[in-house]
């Protein structure tokens, strides 16, 4: 009787020796490394066979379980449902940022609504229940609600719904699911190899392009994430290194490293195990830098996916017989499936190598297998050309290219608003007036793009007429630094972006250009900011000719100076009616508490830098010194017991009535509980972490209870509905002043 791997023969070799040879030919090396021969792509449809290939569905199935689990939760967060209401309340006037602007939020109710069939959906992917529809039900509402506000993109939240597609045309039910319980055919089936060569190409080309984007020189010289160096993750590092070399070495050059080499690294079976120990920590130290929801963790859950398929069932078998019963299954004999192709070939080492050969039928490629293939071909090339498709959509296009979320550009830009104004004209009158920044908004990106942009100054015109302004013109001058650059405006002030033109395939006309050309300035910067002492603050200008910045110095701001770095500029005091002509190295004290005009009148663009103390500060600074050396002197006497006792108390600061001293008690307090936190047991933290997740799920389950009420039986009466949204909201008193205070590194000066 022979059996596969059992077969030899005997022959003799020339020495008279005798030799055992295998009848089974040794694999080549592209079949150890890669997994397939050469031949097996040498025609098409070797490749439908090739990429329909019968493989174990364990670890799919794992996948399956952990992403729906990992959605489900996602949604009470990150997608919103638990503050919802604020978000989507009826007859607000908010201005909102769809992707096409024939989308509109449903009613309140309707909106949670949405979320019901999303999260069951997840819950549905998850238990693999109803399968194919519960795809559909995630990923029908989780785009809707995508499209429908571009403010809250990003990489990891396009992952979700990219996923969310893939596991709809796959087989992911085969193992470990409720489907498999109720239909014998689907219970532990083998899927298409294709089902893991899209997720794992997926995650490839996160892996890949995100590297390939940290090329950008802002990246490699360590002025991306240059803020990152500072947090206490990375304080093992500073006890060997300067901070500035952790910023360029670890968090730069390990970042990119880590990008461009984890796809590879996981493919292969010698490197995969490193591979594995590097992304877990990145992606653990990703979960405490960043408030990114469950992208670090859905990142864990598709590491897995590049193991063997099988690795569930040798890693279950090991537990006690006693779990089986809730545990993913340990036979390792998957049956076969209609969705796989199979070869009559005894010498092929497959997946189900140890299931005899002789019960799996031969089959040929069908119009299934062959669009099985056709997809993976088309959607891998559609996903490496996204990230480069810019030429397209250059309307989207800015100081970086494209919507950001689909680009795979994470972390590479970082920005800081110096100044944000909006003017507004009545178009009949003339009649000029100024707004808040953000009013009619909750979000603050509309500052960095410029077809956001465009829907704020449609829908501002849209509200102003409200409070009789007629045919309103509206002016944005906004000034962005990127990278540690120069402040600097990104749109034109002159343009009325109500009536400015605008396309998504042509580029935007009053985008102004990042001023690339003063970005060695940047060292400079450094330079100028170490000679200057604690108490002084700086900022840098970069302006265009013909252009000027109205500025107003604060009377808390003292010594405040302008200096110019480059060009040429025209300084106008707006009280005293007088002009200053300012040029490279000249300096000019600025009055406080008054109006100035900064006019560039050079042909290139001016550089200069304000220069300023913050004296309000720097005054309770001082008081603040004085009164914790005395508090230091009679901690064990009468004078400022007050200063001492009750600092521990809740109301600590009662009985005084010194402004100063109220305001130093009150650090004091602040920073005993940033201490307290910093401190805390990793039991005090879990708890913590807990009480709060739970009240934030607690409140989003119960408004969605409130709203399928009102979808069903109507609204009840007013202050009926009130007190059900007060017990929503109730929350966990806190216990100490701790609990009640969100504290974070560097918030310990006034």
């Given at each position: 009787?022979?059996?596969?791997?059992?077969?030899?023969k005997?022959v003799?070799?020339?020495?008279?020796?005798?030799?055992?040879?295998?009848?089974?030919?040794q694999?080549?090396?592209?079949?150890?490394?890669?997994?397939f021969?050469?031949?097996?792509?040498s025609?098409?449809?070797?490749?439908?066979?090739?990429?329909?290939?019968?493989?174990?569905?364990?670890?799919?199935?794992?996948?399956?379980?952990l992403f729906?689990?990992?959605?489900?939760?996602d949604?009470?967060?990150e997608r919103?449902?638990?503050?919802?209401?604020?978000?989507?309340?009826d007859?607000?006037?908010?201005?909102?940022?769809?992707?096409?602007?024939?989308?509109?939020?449903?009613?309140?109710?309707?909106?949670?609504?949405?979320?019901?069939?999303?999260?069951l959906g997840a819950?549905?992917?998850?238990?693999?229940?109803?399968?194919?529809?519960?795809?559909?039900?995630f990923?029908?509402?989780?785009?809707?609600?995508?499209?429908?506000?571009?403010?809250?993109?990003?990489?990891?939240?396009y992952?979700?719904?990219?996923?969310?597609?893939?596991?709809?045309?796959?087989d992911?039910?085969?193992?470990?699911?409720i489907?498999?319980?109720?239909?014998?055919?689907?219970k532990?089936a083998?899927?298409?190899?294709?089902?893991?060569?899209?997720?794992?190409?997926?995650?490839?080309?996160?892996?890949?392009?995100?590297?390939?984007?940290k090329?950008d020189?802002?990246?490699?010289?360590?002025?991306?994430?240059?803020?990152?160096?500072h947090?206490?993750?990375?304080?093992?590092?500073?006890?060997?290194?300067?901070?500035?070399?952790?910023s360029?070495?670890?968090?730069?050059?390990?970042?990119?490293?880590?990008?461009?080499?984890?796809?590879?690294?996981?493919?292969?079976?010698?490197?995969r195990?490193?591979?594995?120990?590097?992304?877990?920590?990145?992606h653990?130290?990703?979960?405490?830098?960043?408030?990114?929801?469950?992208?670090?963790?859905?990142?864990?859950?598709?590491?897995?996916?590049?193991?063997?398929?099988?690795?569930?069932r040798?890693?279950?078998h090991?537990?006690?017989?006693?779990?089986?019963?809730?545990?993913p299954?340990?036979?390792?004999?998957?049956?076969?499936s209609?969705?796989?192709?199979?070869?009559?070939?005894?010498?092929r080492?497959?997946?189900?190598?140890?299931?005899?050969?002789?019960t799996?039928?031969?089959?040929?490629?069908?119009?299934?297998?062959?669009?099985?293939?056709?997809?993976?071909?088309?959607?891998?090339?559609?996903?490496?050309?996204?990230?480069?498709s810019?030429f397209i959509?250059?309307?989207y296009n800015?100081?970086?290219?494209?919507?950001?979320?689909?680009?795979?550009d994470?972390?590479?830009?970082?920005?800081?608003?110096?100044?944000?104004?909006?003017?507004?004209?009545?178009?009949?009158?003339?009649?000029?007036?100024?707004?808040?920044?953000?009013?009619?908004?909750q979000?603050?990106?509309?500052?960095?793009?410029?077809?956001?942009?465009?829907?704020?100054?449609?829908?501002?015109?849209?509200?102003?007429?409200?409070?009789?302004?007629?045919?309103p013109?509206?002016?944005?001058?906004?000034?962005?630094?990127?990278?540690?650059?120069?402040?600097?405006?990104?749109?034109?002030?002159?343009?009325?972006?109500v009536?400015?033109?605008?396309?998504?395939?042509?580029?935007?006309?009053?985008?102004?250009p990042?001023?690339?050309?003063?970005?060695?300035?940047?060292?400079?910067?450094?330079?100028?900011?170490?000679?200057?002492?604690?108490q002084t603050?700086?900022?840098?200008?970069?302006?265009?000719?013909?252009?000027?910045?109205?500025?107003?110095?604060?009377?808390?701001?003292?010594?405040?100076?302008?200096?110019?770095?480059?060009?040429?500029?025209t300084?106008?005091?707006?009280e005293?009616k007088?002009?200053?002509?300012?040029?490279?190295?000249?300096?000019?004290?600025?009055?406080?508490?008054a109006?100035h005009?900064?006019?560039?009148?050079?042909?290139?663009p001016?550089?200069?830098?304000y220069?300023?103390?913050?004296?309000?500060?720097?005054?309770?600074?001082?008081?603040f010194?004085?009164?914790?050396?005395?508090q230091?002197?009679?901690?064990?006497?009468?004078?400022?017991?007050?200063?001492?006792?009750?600092?521990?108390?809740k109301?600590?600061?009662a009985?005084v009535?010194?402004?100063?001293?109220?305001i130093?008690?009150?650090?004091?307090k602040?920073?005993?509980?940033?201490k307290?936190?910093?401190?805390?047991?990793?039991?005090?933290?879990?708890q913590?972490?807990?009480?709060k997740?739970?009240?934030?799920?607690?409140?989003?389950?119960?408004?969605?209870?409130?709203?399928?009420?009102?979808?069903?039986v109507?609204?009840?009466?007013?202050?009926?509905?009130?007190?059900?949204?007060?017990?929503?909201?109730?929350?966990?008193?806190?216990?100490?002043?701790e609990?009640?205070?969100?504290?974070?590194?560097?918030?310990?000066?006034?």
């Open positions: 009787m022979e059996r596969k791997g059992e077969d030899v005997t003799l070799p020339p020495t008279g020796k005798k030799k055992v040879q295998s009848d089974i030919p694999e080549s090396w592209m079949k150890r490394i890669f997994g021969e050469k031949t097996d792509v025609s098409c449809e070797r490749l439908v066979c090739l990429l329909n290939r019968p493989t174990d569905p364990a670890s799919l199935g794992i996948f399956r379980f729906g689990m990992l959605m489900a939760i949604i009470t967060q919103g449902l638990s503050h919802l209401d604020y978000k989507y309340l007859g607000a006037p908010i201005c909102r940022f769809p992707l096409f602007n024939f989308l509109e939020p449903l009613p309140l109710d309707w909106m949670y609504l949405v979320y019901v069939v999303m999260f819950v549905g992917i998850m238990i693999g229940c109803f399968y194919r529809l519960s795809c559909l039900m990923i029908s509402t989780y785009w809707y609600i995508f499209f429908l506000d571009k403010t809250a993109w990003n990489n990891h939240s992952l979700y719904g990219l996923i969310g597609f893939q596991l709809t045309l796959m992911a039910n085969r193992y470990w699911s489907d498999g319980l109720w239909n014998g055919r689907k532990n083998h899927v298409p190899l294709w089902n893991y060569t899209v997720l794992r190409f997926q995650i490839f080309i996160v892996y890949f392009i995100a590297g390939v984007k090329l020189s802002d990246w490699v010289g360590g002025y991306s994430m240059h803020y990152l160096a947090h206490w993750l990375f304080d093992p590092f500073k006890l060997i290194l300067p901070v500035e070399t952790v360029l070495l670890i968090v730069h050059g390990g970042g990119l490293i880590l990008d461009m080499t984890a796809g590879y690294l996981l493919f292969f079976d010698a490197t195990p490193v591979a594995a120990v590097f992304v877990t920590y990145f653990c130290m990703n979960s405490q830098l960043f408030s990114i929801g469950m992208f670090p963790y859905a990142m864990l859950a598709t590491t897995l996916l590049f193991f063997y398929p099988d690795w569930p040798r890693f279950f090991r537990f006690p017989g006693c779990l089986k019963a809730i545990l299954p340990t036979e390792t004999a998957p049956q076969s209609t969705s796989c192709v199979y070869i009559d070939n005894p010498n080492s497959t997946d189900d190598s140890q299931r005899p050969p002789s799996l039928k031969p089959s040929k490629p069908g119009r299934r297998h062959k669009l099985g293939t056709l997809f993976t071909l088309l959607y891998l090339a559609e996903q490496f050309f996204l990230p480069y810019h959509t250059q309307g800015n100081w970086t290219n494209g919507l950001y979320g689909y680009s795979w994470m972390m590479v830009h970082s920005r800081t608003h110096q100044h944000v104004k909006i003017t507004y004209r009545d178009g009949k009158t003339g009649e000029v007036g100024y707004l808040n920044p953000g009013v009619f908004t979000s603050r990106r509309w500052k960095d793009h410029g077809d956001m942009l465009k829907q704020y100054a449609t829908c501002l015109s849209r509200q102003l007429v409200h409070y009789n302004i007629t045919e013109e509206i002016f944005f001058d906004i000034w962005v630094s990127i990278n540690e650059r120069f402040q600097q405006r990104i749109f034109d002030p002159r343009v009325d972006i009536r400015a033109d605008w396309s998504p395939f042509h580029p935007n006309p009053w985008l102004m990042l001023l690339v050309d003063l970005s060695p300035w940047r060292t400079k910067f450094l330079e100028i900011e170490d000679s200057l002492d604690n603050e700086v900022v840098f200008i970069a302006d265009f000719p013909g252009l000027h910045l109205e500025n107003f110095v604060s009377k808390d701001l003292g010594n405040a100076s302008v200096q110019v770095l480059q060009g040429q500029v300084v106008e005091l707006v005293d007088t002009n200053h002509s300012l040029l490279p190295g000249d300096k000019m004290q600025l009055p406080a508490g109006y005009k900064v006019y560039t009148v050079s042909e290139e001016s550089c200069y830098m220069i300023y103390v913050n004296t309000t500060e720097v005054a309770l600074q001082k008081n010194t004085k009164l914790l050396e005395l230091e002197r009679v901690r064990n006497g009468t004078e400022l017991q007050p200063l001492v006792s009750d600092v521990e108390g109301d600590f600061d009985n009535t010194d402004p100063v001293v109220r130093f008690l009150r650090r004091q602040r920073m005993q509980d940033v307290k936190h910093r401190e805390a047991s990793m039991i005090q933290r879990l913590r972490f807990s009480v997740k739970y009240y934030m799920i607690r409140r989003g389950f119960l408004m969605t209870a409130i709203a399928m009420r009102n979808l069903m109507g609204l009840p009466p007013l202050e009926q509905l009130s007190q059900e949204v007060a017990y929503a909201n109730l929350k966990e008193p806190p216990i100490t002043q609990d009640a205070q969100k504290d974070e590194v560097g918030h310990l000066e006034l």
